[in-house]
């Protein structure tokens, strides 16, 4: 067989499903591949860079937008957590006094104490967010 001459497929009939350069290109060597692939990149990175800066431009000012807003609203997030971790805070050191069958104290807010915690470790992790 010739180099002129198209490869059968199994199936018998010609090969219809590849174009004669797809054929070519499959047969190169990975390394090359990879080569032919870092040389387009190359060329057409700067070219797109030169010829898409409005393009540039509006993806760096929606990215700018999305992380602005990310940042706000982590740390609104971030100082609502912390009041009611104030308010937990106050409300668990509260006391009452009982005073009925004789003398003594019952902090009621140290039920209150876990959950306290837990909001203080979800504003830290607001805080790492931000």
Known sequence: ??????????TGGPDSSRSGMTA?????????????????????LPLAYVAG??????????ADAIARQVVTQ????????????MGLSVASSTTVGLSAVGTGSV???QLLNPLDRLIDDFSDWLLVAA
Request: net charge neutral.
């Open 1 to 10: 067989m010739t180099d002129d001459q198209e490869m059968p497929s199994p």
């Open 24 to 44: 070519r290109l499959s047969a190169l060597p990975r390394a090359a591949k990879l080569g032919i692939v870092a040389l387009a990149l190359t060329v057409l």
């Open 53 to 62: 800066d409005n393009w540039l431009t509006q993806l760096d000012t929606r």
């Open 74 to 85: 982590t740390a609104t997030a971030f100082a609502v957590a912390k009041a009611i971790n």
């Open 107 to 109: 902090t009621i807010g």
